[in-house]
């Protein structure tokens, strides 16, 4: 069965470093997202990318975030100069088409800011 | 603006028994869409049910079902005969526009 899949899973960086996650959506998805958890709390929407350019993003995704899809397969967030507070889960996930509303999550990706 | 609340923290439940978790949803949308996410300690999130606001309809998917009340922006699940692997997170979480909008998560436990 198509999955989505993330690297790396765990990804530790120190403050003020830039990263980049990265995912590869199910491949005939045309609609892709990444949300962020932070321990012991909600997921949080952060991003939504169809047709090569973000469709909406949350006040949370500020000019330190950015998402490409650079080839056919991977899409990826970077976080420019990453804080403290930006230690999360992310996880991605990608969605069929207009009127397929499942998202089919990632594994995530364990993202540690010290 | 979308809320989802789910008021119940924790939920323990007796292996091979039913629980059902609580979900109610604000939106000013009348289309939307609900789901289910199960998240286990791995942390992965997992689809357990989908339900169409405009389906009268309660979804169902093998031992889960939900109890979808429109007019009350309620959306409940239920696990029958609980197993061990059920233990996990579950998210209610409703999908409109562009986004899905969580709430909070219920924490199973079940007992052996």
């Known amino acids: 069965e198509p999955e989505v899949t993330q690297t790396p899973s765990h990804q530790v960086t120190q403050m003020g470093q830039e990263v980049i996650l990265r995912c590869v959506p199910i491949?005939?998805?045309?609609?892709f997202y990444w949300y962020r958890q932070i321990l012991g709390q909600k997921v949080e929407f952060l991003v939504s990318f169809y047709n090569n350019e973000i469709s909406e993003k949350s006040e949370i995704f500020d000019d330190q975030f950015s998402v490409e899809r650079p080839d056919g397969s991977n899409f990826t967030l970077k976080i420019r100069s990453t804080k403290l507070e930006d230690s999360a889960m992310y996880f991605c996930a990608s969605r069929e088409g207009q009127n397929s509303y499942e998202q089919y999550f990632g594994p995530g990706t364990r993202l540690t800011v010290t | 603006a979308q809320t989802v609340t789910q008021s119940q923290p924790e939920m323990s439940v007796q292996e091979a028994e039913t629980v059902t978790l609580s979900c109610t949803y604000d939106?000013?949308?009348?289309?939307?869409?609900l789901f289910w996410y199960k998240q286990p300690p791995s942390r992965q999130m997992i689809l357990v049910i989908r339900?169409?606001?405009?389906?009268?309809q309660n979804a169902t998917e093998n031992r889960f079902s939900v109890n979808f009340q429109k007019a009350a922006k309620s959306f409940s699940l239920k696990i029958s005969d609980s197993q061990l692997g059920d233990a996990a997170m579950y998210f209610c979480?409703?999908?409109?526009?562009?986004?899905?909008?969580f709430g909070a998560g219920t924490t199973v436990t079940v007992r052996a």
């Open positions: 939106t000013s949308e009348s289309d939307y869409y």
């Open positions: 979480a409703l999908h409109n526009d562009y986004k899905l909008s």
């Open positions: 339900q169409e606001a405009y389906k009268q």
């Open positions: 491949s005939n998805h045309l609609y």
